[in-house]
């Protein structure tokens, strides 16, 4: 049974005169444990679309499921219990608070969810240590680089052990250096420690670290493709391969 289950899910902004369908009549499945990138060109309908899988948009029309539950069913104090459970989210621009050093931003998560002080500690080191943050858990925010910055956002997410973590183009405002670190971490999260991911990007490089990429054009699912046993260059190369036939011109959906 899939972990998440998207039903003919619909997207519409605007009014009846002039009615934006973002997202059209979408369907699909992620199992437990898999990494899947969602790729498409600005106004495509990726971000619309894991903005309903997150919760911070309401859909139009259809389901999603995540684990039996039917989110799109969920109100009140409910749907804030949900997101605080179930849900991790990378953000681009970190959303870190800046008054607080890294260990208390990580921390938050867990004293949200009213967690001991001691398992509270346990479970800030390890993440930490998983994400090569160690040396910057004193540090404010501003002390740190934008790698240290998304790192510290990462484990904030991950620290509760999240049913499905989602990440909008978390390698947007990083290094070149800082963004394949980032993944590389992301990966070992969903391989040694079964993480579900969803991803949205526009950086084929980014998607190359996924096992599954869905390719929306129109807010429509234009294709899919699976890494199976490729190497992640071969995947890269298949990747721009479809972004190609996506647009044209790949650099429209880069």
């Known amino acids: 049974m899939p972990l998440l289950k998207l039903e003919n899910v619909e997207k519409y902004y605007g009014s009846r005169s002039c009615l934006t369908k973002a997202v059209d009549n979408i369907s699909f499945d992620v199992e437990k444990g898999e990494f899947t990138a969602i790729m498409g060109a600005s106004g495509s309908g990726k971000t619309t679309l894991l903005n309903c899988i997150s919760t911070i948009d309401r859909v139009t029309a259809g389901h999603i499921y995540l684990e039996n539950t039917d989110i799109t069913a969920l109100k009140g104090k409910a749907l804030n219990k949900f997101r605080r459970e179930k849900l991790g989210f990378i953000f ?22 009213k967690y001991a002080a001691k398992d509270i500690d ?22 740190m680089s934008g790698g240290q910055k998304q790192r510290v956002a990462s484990a904030r997410a991950i620290v509760t052990n999240p049913k499905l973590v989602l990440a909008d183009e978390p390698t947007g405002a990083l290094d070149s250096k800082s963004s394949k670190l980032l993944l590389e971490r992301l990966s070992y999260l969903n391989h040694e420690h079964d993480a579900t991911i969803i991803m949205v990007t526009h950086d084929s490089f980014s998607a190359s670290y996924a096992s599954r990429v869905l390719f929306i054009k129109d807010g429509k699912v234009f294709n899919e493709i699976n890494r199976g046993a490729d190497t992640r260059k071969v995947f890269f190369n298949k990747i721009i391969d479809v972004l190609t036939l996506l647009g044209g011109d790949v650099s429209d959906a880069l």
């Open 122 to 143: 346990k479970a800030v080191k390890t993440v930490a240590e998983q994400l090569g943050i160690t040396d910057v858990l004193s540090k404010y925010p501003y002390q």
């Open 92 to 113: 681009q621009d970190f959303n870190l608070m800046d008054t607080l050093t890294a260990y208390e931003n990580i921390a938050l998560a867990l004293s949200i969810q």
